[in-house]
């Protein structure tokens, strides 16, 4: 039986649980009734009392509180046997900032948010960053957002769910990275993401499935210069990108002329370009992407421009609803700067909604909501492929490009899709966006 209530705090009897006489009738628990009181994996025996107050209240001692980190407020409970769990805890993991004012950095007004829906939603979130975790006692001092609207550090116990928004790994933090999330996975947390791999990672996963093979653009990893220049021969043209690449960073675009090798790029929202004559282009090729950081090199796909020359692709946003069934969230169309490499906010990129998009431009040899549905069931498509061979997810951002004929083509994948676009486009489709992946985690952990 799963329900909602609130917990009220009280300097009662220690270790008594007190309920309205109708939900014990409905669940079935007598007065007087010993049951194990569960939050995370941190339990105590309690008694089951009943009171006359509120119907939803749920009351207990503050010793009990505190001992197992319960929060007071509206909350989320299920019955199982005799265990009566009060939940689901949610963190977010992330790195701090640097100033009080921005304690998470540039995530700190997304966190805000998720915290405070959650709390409308029943879902205790909190924040953790690496350090923070009390491993022997099962509780972590984590940071939440107050009544008072500031930040507040408290003791919660160790979550039921995480929500990971680590992007990068300073050297620094790894390792408590690295034994934080191994406790977090010992403790039987479920995961609102996990690694999905490399770039070439994922170009080979869907790779093995026929019916995906024909959406990947010819595709290989630089293990020496001869794969650049081999696939320079084939296509003229091509991308380069690292393997662990995120936000369009350190992506080329390499295009073959008969004087030598044209290179362009965008590096803080400006676009570059450099003539790498032909005498000295093995040299430049080798040096710049075969060493220690692994790059990929890509076919050019012909994507959709503007009639302005602005290239197009879009962000297909799938995450699971609070059925575990993959449902698109946002399709968003990204315009990139004239003649730009990328399309990324972060390389000067603007947003519109896809289908808004599409049926301005009226492109030639598409049908709007014929595309729409194709891009529907192709992202759905990569998403399940990607989940039977990483395991089990709850949300994906899918790339993809349309060519000129209305061919769709896989761009890549990301695990850890940003909220930041949908903020600049519809705050409706943000606040699904934050709102699926707790709905999510009730499916997971049983709320």
């Known amino acids: 039986m799963v329900g909602i209530g609130n917990v009220r705090l009280s300097k009662r009897t220690s270790d008594t ?63 199982r046997g005799d265990t009566w769990r009060i939940g689901p805890f949610i963190a977010l993991y992330t790195l701090p900032g640097r100033s009080r004012s921005t304690p998470f950095g540039e995530l700190t007004e997304l966190l805000r948010d998720w915290v405070l829906l959650g709390k ?80 070439w990672d994922v170009h080979q996963m869907l790779g ?120 698109v969230t946002a399709r968003v169309a990204r315009i990139g700067q004239k003649h730009a490499v990328t399309t990324n906010i972060h390389s000067g990129g603007r947003v519109q909604r896809a289908e808004t998009f599409l049926e301005n431009e009226k492109w030639e040899h598409t049908n709007t909501d014929e595309l729409i549905d194709r891009m529907d069931r192709l992202a759905e498509q990569i998403a399940h492929c990607i989940e039977d061979e990483v395991g089990e997810i709850g949300e994906v951002g899918i790339d993809l490009a349309v060519d000129q004929n209305g061919g769709l083509w896989f761009i890549e994948a990301n695990p850890r899709p940003g909220r930041k676009m949908l903020r600049l486009l519809d705050e409706k489709v943000r606040l699904l966006s934050l709102l699926r992946p707790l709905e999510y985690a009730e499916y997971t952990t049983g709320f």
């Open 120 to 199: 409308e939603q029943g879902n205790h979130l909190y924040i953790v960053t690496p350090g923070s975790v009390d491993i022997g006692g099962h509780r972590i001092q984590a940071w939440t957002y107050d009544e008072t609207y500031a930040w507040k550090k408290v003791w919660r116990p160790c979550p039921d769910f995480v929500i990971q928004k680590i992007v990068r790994r300073p050297s620094s933090f790894r390792p408590l990275i690295e034994r934080e999330e191994h406790y977090f996975c010992q403790s039987g947390c479920s995961f609102l993401t996990r690694s999905i791999g490399s770039k």
């Open 208 to 327: 093995r499935s026929d019916d995906l093979l024909p959406f990947l653009p010819h595709t290989r990893l630089i293990r020496s210069v001869s794969d650049l220049v081999e696939m320079l021969k084939q296509n003229q043209t091509v991308f380069v990108k690292p393997i662990h690449g995120t936000q369009g960073e350190q992506v080329f675009q390499l295009h073959l002329r008969q004087n030598g090798l044209m290179v362009s790029w965008e590096e803080n929202r400006v676009s570059h370009k450099l003539l790498v004559k032909k005498n000295q282009r093995m040299s430049w090729l080798q040096k710049k992407f075969v060493g220690k950081r692994r790059y990929l090199v890509q076919q050019e796909v012909e994507r959709l421009q503007t009639p302005e020359g602005e290239p197009v692709d879009f962000r297909w946003l799938l995450q699971k609803d609070r059925i575990g069934t993959w449902a």
């Open 17 to 79: 649980l007190y309920l309205p006489s109708h939900l014990l009738e409905e669940t079935n628990v007598k007065c007087g009734q010993s049951i194990c009181l569960q939050v995370g994996p941190l339990q105590r025996i309690v008694r089951i009392q009943t009171h006359k107050g509120e119907n939803d209240l749920i009351g207990m001692s503050a010793d009990t509180a505190s001992a197992l980190a319960i929060p007071k407020g509206k909350t989320k409970w299920t019955l």
